[in-house]
């Protein structure tokens, strides 16, 4: 199709959308049997996944002879079988992750166990090279990978970042999205779909692609939780309300990735940890997270990124004879969304796309650390804060026992490299300068 002809198209649908009729939000009504994971069947095919799926992003790292950061193929291949094994079987990957290394792993895995078990999804991750000639060979590097000859759930991967122009240069003027359909007539991918971050009127947008025919996306992967469900700022996502009601309607089914924000909502403060455990004292905060999202019909699958077996073991436990939340519930985390926002955090999930840093600096660590410290209460406010001695020592000893001295926020000199990979767009630079400035403030004591 021409390009003037994918943009009238669009434009014509994107007023209809706007226009149409909103739909009335549905939670799940009963959860799974005691004992049994809890299952959703895709209804446009009939596919029963897992309600939680395995996240293939945050693999176990360990270093190599030469001291590179390799994945754990060992520890992957343990986490794989148990996760079959109690009833795991949506595994989600890209040839992106983990600085490319992440669909190997997965690949050597997941074939050891009959493909009819599993369902496996991956992505179109042509961030570097839109050209046609990259971009096919990534696809077809996939399936060398994956030791697979076709894919359950495809994706264009994380569209609405850059917005439309983006978008046509990755997928467009290159005839990608042509091809991708044509291997999807073929059998090759099952269903195609995409993965979103940006802003309303671009999801609109893809959304008029949809209602004018142009695709017809077969599901969609969106960023949902208790805080961007009501909370997101609309420049580096969308309300997820807004997302999934707007997918729910057409009958879209919704993947959801960062049901903790990178694990944020598996760490809250103290105070929040408090109120949770006060209504359920059995359940952890990040059970408290994944019950939100499965709480609503149209959700598919929900990804959790799990570095080893502690994280793996309680998710099987809180999927397993899973009960969503009624009203009251969901009104309750929407409190506790309120109260999270008021701490002074950074919006990073951890996901690495910033890396590596020409200059050495482990961004996602400086952010972790200075995450984790508000949300441990270890991080010191005013030099007039009770216990500041305390608090301002427990910071600079924690900080330099996690993140380098060379590789540490002051070393950062602004070049801009990381902001265009960002899916959550940070600032980075702005962010590690005053995280930068935080430091030496504590070290010099000049904290006000």
Known sequence: MKRRDFIKIGSAAALAAACAPKGVLKTAGEGAPAGEMAMRTNPNNGDRVSLIGFGCMRWPMIQDAAGNDIIDQEAVNEMVDYALEHGINYFDTSPAYLQGQSERAAGIALSRHPRSSYFLATKLSNFGDASTEASLQMYRDSFSELQTDYFDYYLLHAIGGGGVPVFEKR???NGALDFLRGEKAAGRIRNL???????????DYFMSLHDSDFIKWDFCQIEMNYIDWNHADGVRNVNASYLYEQLEGRGIPVIIMEPLLGGRLANVPESISRQMKEREP?????????????SYPGVLCILSGMTNMDPLVENVNTFTGFRPLDEDGLEFLERMAVQTMEYP?????GCKYCMPCPWGV????????YNRSITEGTYAQSAAQKDYARLKRAYLVSYDRSV????????????GVCLSHCPQSIPIPRELRRIANYVEQLRQDTLE
């Open 171 to 173: 997928y467009i003027e």
């Open 345 to 349: 955090m950074v919006n990073c999930t």
């Open 362 to 369: 482990d961004i996602p660590g400086v952010f972790q650390h």
């Open 282 to 294: 059995e359940w952890s905060a990040a059970s408290w997270a994944f019950r939100f999202c499965g």
């Open 404 to 415: 380098q001295s060379l590789r540490q926020a002051d070393r950062c000199i602004g070049c």
């Open 193 to 203: 779909g995409f993965s979103f971050h940006g802003n309303q009127e671009t999801f």
